[in-house]
């Protein structure tokens, strides 16, 4: 018979999300009128921007025409997208990276995982803890990690834990390691890297050749103008950096779909032979293998999302979002909770009453409450103790949610 890959069966347990979902169905199962408010995963519920619906629109009515109509699009991404990007993502932020330089997909955690595909089996690999879930998750099933252990943790993996103490930034290790993810704006702490932090990790990685990869799909929650955006906004990044960015958080694009990653041609890693190889040819060959690129009618929303129009209607879901997490941290406060986060991201980081482990705090909140968030040992064993909750909803949900959370 044939064989499956073994290496899935080291994964604990479901995906985190899925997890959440099956207990939240069995809740409301059994509790069909229950109130629920939906605070878990970070899936955006604000409508799609007029511009970017605008936008497929047309392109939905070019596509019906001859001279419109769109088959196969270049696998990296149509180029006007590309410049687009290039301009008001990196330029305008005095970043240098060219758009060839850009690849449109559709989404971060796909590029995250996907990106496995071109590095090394051997890569000593490090995740903060707690971490996005994907990152780890990605690498167990690639096979280049060992099997679990009882904290949850996965041999084989550096854990760089992140708590309270270094303000949910992972400090540089002592040990020498070749891949490490980053993410900031952080999913899930909500923690933001400085510039000297950053600069501190891009030294770290050019000193040891290592690759950041590093995720900044929450960038555009980012309110104070000295952090950085991208990890191109510290020199030396674009021989040691991959960036992953994406529509779904500032533009709604969730449900649509696009993102993109930036791979500098200045990139090296080293062949079996020691030889030095660009990661850009790999990526070009494997997205031009494995991928046949984002609907045209999708980019072409996209692009609407840097017109004066889209960015102003981005700006003001990015502000209405971060308002929620201003309400939630404020109530969250006057609760008693510890409160990390929600500043420059839209999630807010609370420690769990000490009685309690974060799942049991889930199982409370969703059984007192009818609040659904996310247990934060989810996000690994670090975690543990803390629980996370997003700022991706309505306003009266937010209100409701914060109003159950206080008289609990
Ligand atoms: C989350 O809740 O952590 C997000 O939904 C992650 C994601 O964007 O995949």
């Known amino acids: 018979m044939f064989q ?41 519920t604000e409508p799609l921007p007029k511009s970017c619906r605008d936008a497929m629109k047309l392109a939905i009515d070019e596509m019906g025409t001859h001279a419109g109509f769109h088959g196969y699009g270049p696998e990296q991404g149509y180029l006007w997208l590309r410049e687009a990007i290039a301009k008001w993502d990196y330029s305008e932020r005095g970043c240098d990276v060219d758009a060839d330089e850009i690849f449109v997909s559709d989404g971060s955690k796909c590029d995250s995982s996907n990106i496995l595909d071109i590095l090394g089996v051997d890569n000593r690999i490090a995740v903060t803890d707690p971490v996005y879930p994907v990152y780890v998750d990605s690498n167990v099933m690639a096979g280049r990690t060992g099997e679990a252990v009882n904290s949850g943790r996965y041999k084989g993996l550096t854990y760089l834990p992140i708590d309270a103490t270094n303000g949910f930034v992972a400090p540089i290790p002592e040990q020498i390691v070749d891949l490490i993810y980053l993410c900031f704006p952080n999913n899930p702490t909500g923690a933001v890297a400085t510039k000297e932090q950053l600069s501190c990790w891009v030294e770290y990685a050019r000193k040891n050749n290592s690759l950041i990869l590093f995720d900044a799909a929450y960038e555009a929650f980012i309110r104070d103008k000295s952090l950085p955006h991208s990890i191109y906004e510290i020199e030396g990044a674009r021989s040691c950096a991959i960036e992953f960015r ?64 889209g960015q102003a209607e981005v700006k003001s879901l990015v502000n209405f979002y971060m308002e929620n997490a201003s309400i939630m941290r404020q109530s969250l406060v006057s609760a008693g909770f510890d409160v990390f986060g929600g500043e420059h991201a839209p999630y807010v980081w609370i420690s769990v009453p000490k009685e309690m482990d974060s799942w049991t705090f889930f199982d409370f909140l969703l059984s007192k409450a009818n609040i659904v968030g996310t247990p934060g040992s989810g996000f690994g064993s670090s975690g543990e103790g803390y629980f996370r ?11 409701e949610a914060m109003q159950r959370i206080s008289n609990l």
């Open 389 to 399: 909750l997003s700022a991706f909803n309505n306003r009266s949900n937010v209100e």
């Open 246 to 309: 994406s529509f779904s958080k500032n533009a709604g694009f969730t449900g649509t779909r696009c993102a993109f990653t930036v791979i500098p041609k200045t990139l090296k890693g080293k062949k079996y032979n020691g030889e030095e190889i660009d990661l850009w040819s790999l990526w070009n060959r494997r997205q031009s293998t494995k991928f046949n690129g984002v609907s045209y009618i999708i980019q072409r929303g996209a692009e609407a999302v840097y017109s004066d129009a």
């Open 4 to 44: 499956i890959n073994d290496n899935y069966l080291k994964l604990k347990a479901g995906y985190l999300f899925p997890e959440i979902a099956r207990r939240v169905n069995a809740f409301v199962t059994a509790n069909p009128e229950a109130p629920l408010i939906r605070l878990g995963i970070g899936d955006v």
